[in-house]
């Protein structure tokens, strides 16, 4: 008997579903008719309502992330106003996938569709399905335990394995256990919303569903049939020294000789992303292109372009014109960019990387994995067959790891750790990871927050300062900068210091460019250091936004800001990033009832903040001029994109270790060494 034919859910469910009728809805409705999860409606949601837990397993672009929330809609798992919820890994993938889910159902973004990421939320009272990120879901979690408005959660992209994936999908353990014990108990949960089963549903491109389905206990996991073309392997005949390069050589090779379809040229981040970016556009403007050949468009995509551009990668392009897609790892698996038919990848990712022992966390690049590798190239080969390039000689690619190490091994703990301390959860080692990280990790981490003052002696969270660390969404590290700096009258400037460090890059720095980045941007240059040189950029760039531009209108104010940006090496996406950050951290602040005040020009007090709040990354100046960070004894280098890059000042407080050939530090301030142990004594003194 065909599944709808039984129960009385069938008619209602046919109301739901949209009658396409304008020629572009056909489109969108054929399109989704011919994706490989399309036959297997019925049996998905058959399985659906026979397991609590349920595993799917398929291959990237079968529809998945974009289907099976409406098949769910369709088979009414939103009654009684219930929410079906999917946690992404990336921002990138919730947003532009409910952008994308909004337009197959017919209505307006935020209504029935909607996206809620960190800084950035769309959805309305009327969102039933909800595309967000898996450390959103887990902030949900703190304000409600039971997550009660949900009858599903779908935890998208597994296979991925990021440090909050990892969490989640213990808490969501626990909280189906919580939620089937309140139905037992007859209990209501939060609003007085009837308890209910939560169903979750685990999703992963990856065909190894074994270590989930024994993490369930058992679950059942269903495979989707994926459509793949073959694709062509190339290989460098020897490792390249200089992939940027070796990329756009390959780029411009592919473009001049290959038959039409678009190139998807996979880079480390975003840095990377725009100076490749820039170089395609200056080559095509000194190179002239043969007679009557395709024009080439390059379309950038990554996390701090605003929403509007991100969705220009999946738009077709107009005729006469090839698009090259430069963006991360989010193509891998995480979106799918329709008309890929040439994949250049130069076999890197931008990975965290954390040293236990030394407590000191960084940014790295470092090979893929041979999964992550195979992902890619069939990326070239979903509607058709396609070809991949690899920017490395093949005996590299047996070299490589078979897949990649999960983030929660790699990776400063302190932020989970805050995160599951504050939802009642004490015992972290005896916490059901799916994958235990060291114990020298856990450890480190609970010294690190104890440091911050956010543990008690006997490891509870503290109160106020721990509870309020985790409702901020931030890295413990800057939460409690915000709240040091409400005391010291400086709130103000660290909220512009916060929002311009959780942004890549505020100044465009081409490489070997340094120098002339800094004459042009010796304006901004503070003495003292970056920090206060981002809050200079900063307070120009919003001085010009309200003097410049008063009274026109928003787009001739930001078009404005554009030419400034342009003109002093600034990375005007960035900025704009920034702002709006700055608008939602300012707003937490508020409602935490921290003191707004500004320490106007004493920037003294301004520092010494930045050492009671950031004392674990000091260094000091050795006599052959590196650096040795105090906390983790590593030998560093001041990064040459530092205003203090010739001036190595004696003591430096810093925010980011980045590796490369060498250890760098970035984003540092000049400090006197006498305040360590004055404004961080639980620290210092005791190294003493
Ligand atoms: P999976 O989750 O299984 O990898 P998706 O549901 O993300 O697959 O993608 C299904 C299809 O939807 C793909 O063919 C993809 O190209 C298309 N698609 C996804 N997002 C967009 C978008 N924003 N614009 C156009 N097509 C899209
Ligand atoms: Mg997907």
Redesign the pocket.
């Known amino acids: 008997m065909p599944w709808g034919a039984r129960g009385n859910h069938q008619p209602k469910a046919n109301r739901n579903r949209q009658t396409y009728s304008s020629p572009w809805q056909q489109k969108i409705a054929q399109?989704?008719k011919s994706?490989p999860?399309a036959p297997v409606e019925k049996r998905l949601i058959q399985e659906v309502r026979k397991n609590d837990i349920l595993i799917i397993v398929?291959?990237?672009?079968?529809?998945?992330?974009?289907?099976?929330p409406q098949f769910l809609f369709d088979a009414e798992f939103c009654r009684d106003g219930k929410v079906i919820g999917i946690t992404q890994p990336r921002r990138v993938?919730a947003v532009?996938?409910a952008?994308?889910?909004a337009?197959e159902c017919g209505v307006e973004l935020g209504q029935k569709v909607g996206y809620s990421v960190r800084f950035d939320d769309s959805t309305s009272n009327s969102t039933r399905i909800k595309y967000m990120t898996d450390g959103l879901l887990l902030r949900e979690a703190l304000l409600d335990q039971y997550l009660s408005k949900y009858s599903v959660i779908i935890v998208?992209e597994a296979h991925e394995r990021t440090v909050h994936t990892d969490v989640l999908l213990g808490l969501l353990k626990r909280v189906q256990v919580a939620r089937s014990k309140s139905i037992s108990d007859g209990q209501n949960l939060k609003n007085g919303n009837k308890s209910s089963p939560l169903k979750l549903i685990i999703?992963s491109?990856s065909l190894d569903a074994r270590t989930f389905s024994e993490y369930f206990g058992d679950a059942k996991a269903v495979h989707?049939q994926?459509r793949q073309f073959p694709v062509d392997l190339f290989y460098t005949r020897f490792p390249e020294t200089d992939y940027l390069d070796a990329a756009l050589i390959t780029i411009f090779q592919v473009h001049l000789g290959e038959p039409p379809g678009d190139i998807l040229v996979f880079l480390t981040g975003q840095e990377e992303i725009e100076s490749v970016e820039r170089l395609i556009n200056e080559r095509l403007t000194n190179t002239k292109l043969p007679e009557g050949s395709q024009k080439l468009l390059p379309v950038p995509i990554f996390a701090a372009l605003p929403s509007e551009q991100q969705?220009r990668a999946?738009?077709p392009a107009s005729s006469g014109f090839r698009k090259v897609i430069l963006a991360t790892n989010i193509a891998e698996?995480?979106?799918?960019?329709?008309g890929i038919k040439y994949v250049i990848d130069p076999g890197l990712v931008k990975a965290r990387s954390y040293d236990p022992g030394k407590g000191m966390e960084s940014l790295i690049v470092v090979p893929t994995s041979k999964s992550q590798a195979l992902q890619r190239s069939g990326r070239a080969g979903?509607e058709g067959p396609g070809k991949c390039f690899r920017l490395y000689p093949e005996n590299e690619f047996e070299k490589l790891e078979d897949s990649t190490m999960p983030e929660i091994k790699r990776c400063n703990l302190a932020n989970v750790i805050l995160q599951l301390k504050a939802l009642g959860v004490d015992d972290i080692l005896g916490f059901d990871f799916i994958e235990k990280p060291s114990r020298t990790a856990i450890v480190k981490s609970l010294e690190q927050l104890f440091l911050l003052g956010a543990l008690t002696d006997d490891c509870q969270l503290s109160d106020p300062v721990g509870r309020q660390m985790a409702r901020l969404p931030l890295d413990p590290i800057y939460s409690k900068a915000l709240i040091l700096a409400s005391e010291y009258n400086c709130l103000e400037e660290m909220l512009i210091t916060v929002a311009m460090l959780s942004v890549e890059s505020i100044f465009y720095t081409p490489r070997d460019k340094y120098e002339e980045v800094r004459m042009a941007t010796k304006c901004f240059a503070s003495p003292e250091g970056d920090h206060i040189t981002l809050i200079n950029v900063y307070r120009a760039a919003i001085d010009l936004l309200e003097k410049r531009t008063m009274g026109t209108n928003k787009a001739k104010s930001e078009k404005v800001l554009r030419k400034w940006c342009k003109e002093n090496f600034i990375n005007s996406r960035s900025l704009r990033h920034a702002r709006d950050i700055h608008r939602q951290i300012k707003g937490h602040a508020q409602q935490m009832g921290l003191k707004l005040a500004s320490c106007g020009d004493d920037m003294l007090q301004f520092r010494r903040c930045l050492v009671a709040s950031f004392f674990l990354n000091a260094a000091v100046k050795q006599p052959d001029g590196t650096y040795r960070a105090l906390a983790s004894g590593e030998v560093v280098q001041i990064h040459p994109s530092s205003v203090l890059f010739r001036k190595k000042p004696e003591c430096i407080i810093f925010n980011e270790l980045i590796q490369t050939t060498n250890k760098y530090v970035r984003n540092l301030t000049r400090v006197d060494h006498l305040w360590l142990t004055e404004l961080a004594p639980q620290f210092y003194a005791m190294q003493n």
């Open positions: 399109q989704r994706l999860i398929g291959e990237t672009g079968s529809g998945k992330t974009t289907q099976i993938a532009t996938v952008k994308r889910v337009d998208d999703m491109a989707i994926g969705m999946f738009a698996t995480s979106i799918t960019i329709p979903r």
